[in-house]
């Protein structure tokens, strides 16, 4: 399989548009077991797509591993990156997806970006997403709370 893997790192034309298609629902779980694997052991194309990769966790299924190949991304790169993908997802996000992009940001301990999901979900009128910031900030507002000096 690594074997496989190098032959395409080095021989592929597009790479990120070749993952990018196999990250679809369309193209099936196979594939997109396959994709994720390859991510995972060599993660140079992961920035590139990361809003594939946002939209894939919240696939309870994919969730755990689209969060590794996503925390392979250096922290400081990865939250501004992460921010306005994740901003957007919450426009039109549901509870359940609420949960998953918190536990993402719990993943990558992107705790400022998590209070800040907790604050809209806690403007919403839905009680089940109310209840998903409160879950939250039960449990991890203490670290977003603390900023460490730098």
Avoid at 4 to 11: N, V
Avoid at 74 to 80: A, F, G, K, R, T
Avoid at 113 to 130: E, N
Wanted: proline share 7%; hydrophobic share 45%.
């Amino acid at each position: 399989m690594h074997r496989r893997q190098a032959d395409f790192y080095q021989e592929a034309h597009d790479r990120p548009g070749l993952l990018k298609l196999a990250l679809t629902a369309e193209a099936g779980p196979w594939q997109q077991g396959a994709a994720l694997d390859f991510l995972a052991a060599l993660p140079d194309d992961v920035p590139a797509l990361l809003g594939d990769l946002v939209g894939l966790s919240l696939s309870r299924g994919w969730a755990l591993v689209v969060r590794q190949a996503i925390d392979r991304i250096p922290h400081d790169d990865l939250v501004p990156l992460l921010e306005p993908l994740i901003v957007e997802r919450l426009d039109s996000a549901d509870d359940d997806e609420y949960r998953l992009l918190a536990e993402l940001l719990v993943h990558v301990e992107a705790w400022e970006l998590l209070g800040r999901l907790v604050s809209r979900a806690l403007d919403t009128d839905d009680p089940a997403t109310r209840e998903v910031a409160e879950d939250f900030t039960q449990s991890y507002s203490p670290m977003w709370l603390f900023k460490p000096n730098p």
